[in-house]
């Protein structure tokens, strides 16, 4: 039996959770509301409330799920990508447990972790299986050969998708985050009011987004400018218009990436695989196309330690334990 404490910090959740033979059995999230009055994530006030957050965090994981330090077999932490100085903090942490105790750390790759998500509850994907990974920071199409074997078959070459959303949000006057502001509006309105253009990037099966993002500020300056009163009139149509753009580069690009490698098990993972639409669009799609389809439960989709924990229980199983003195790669790749 393996007993594991997980500690995610990569951006501006601190999160701990304790995974037991593969079952989580505790997924402790903290937010940082500091950030709000800024319109996004402001790096040192992230490490900042890491450190004020990460030890009553971890306490609170380790009583839900009736664990003490000393039943643990291995702690495992977020090495990047992320934030330099938040990923310090949850490195610098697991480290000092697991010298204290005497056990072995082992190192995740964040985004690794968002696609092995998919295995924490039923239904899970058999290998091989394509997986779109979307964030705030990163849009990635990748090829899950297995659970520690994946590779890269498309990205972004510019700006994630989850800055597209929030980057809009910002530009209607919504508070951060925006991204789930934009989806609620977006059910109320209608995609087709508002035509957006759909940037091509070099490379068959990648993204770009920085385009779509001008293309919304420009938009939005000429319509002002005639209306003062234009946003606040057509704010659900604005947003619909926007996610209906942004989900349909996704999909396209997902359509092409199953065709070139004929697989038909999907999945979509990361914080934007949170987005209404999306799940939506993939599972029609999936039901065109006779794939078949996953998505992670909401809890798993945003920054979280069970996903951490998940991929350690893997790491831990081939005994890939990570140096003691590791140090965080926030521009860590798959």
């Known amino acids: 039996m393996s007993i594991i ?42 490490s900042r409330e ?29 090495r990047g990508p992320g934030l330099l100085g938040a990923l310090l903090v949850g490195t610098s942490f697991a480290k000092g447990i697991a010298l204290g105790l005497g056990i072995p750390l082992i190192e995740v790759n964040h985004m690794q972790a968002h696609i092995l998500a998919h295995f924490i509850q039923p239904p899970i994907p058999t290998f091989p299986f394509i997986c779109l990974t979307v964030s705030g920071g990163h849009t990635q199409l990748v090829l899950v050969k297995n659970h520690l074997d994946m590779e890269i078959i498309g990205e972004t070459g510019d700006d994630a998708v989850g800055e597209a959303f929030d980057k809009t949000a910002k530009l209607l006057g919504l508070p951060y985050p925006g991204g789930p502001l934009i989806d609620k509006y977006a059910q109320q309105g209608n995609p087709h009011a508002f035509p957006f253009p759909k ?9 770009s987004f920085s385009g779509i993002k001008t293309a919304i500020l420009y938009f939005l300056q000429d319509r002002v400018k005639d209306n003062p009163a234009f946003i606040t009139e057509n704010l659900a149509d604005i947003c619909a218009s926007v996610q209906y753009t942004l989900v349909n580069i996704l999909m396209e690009q997902l359509i092409r990436a199953t065709e070139k490698y004929n697989i038909n098990q999907v999945g979509i993972a990361g914080g934007v695989s949170a987005n209404s639409a999306l799940r939506k669009a993939l599972t029609e799609t999936g039901k065109n196309k006779n794939w078949e389809t ?37 521009r860590m790749k798959i």
């Open 294 to 330: 996953f998505i992670p439960a909401f809890e798993y989709c945003t920054d979280n330690a069970a996903m951490i924990a998940i991929t350690a229980h893997f790491m831990y199983e081939r005994k890939l334990f990570a140096n003691p003195e590791v140090s965080p790669m926030p």
């Open 5 to 46: 404490l997980a500690i995610e910090s990569s951006c501006d959740e601190t999160s701990a959770s304790i995974i037991v033979d593969g079952q989580i059995k505790s997924n402790i999230i903290a937010g940082q509301s500091v950030h709000e009055a800024y319109g996004g994530v402001v790096p040192e006030l992230a």
């Open 199 to 207: 940037v091509k990037a070099p490379g068959e099966l990648n993204f």
């Open 50 to 78: 890491h450190q004020k957050n990460i030890l009553p965090v971890v306490h609170q994981a380790l009583a839900e799920a009736d664990v003490t330090k000393a039943n643990l077999d291995a702690v495992a932490f977020t």
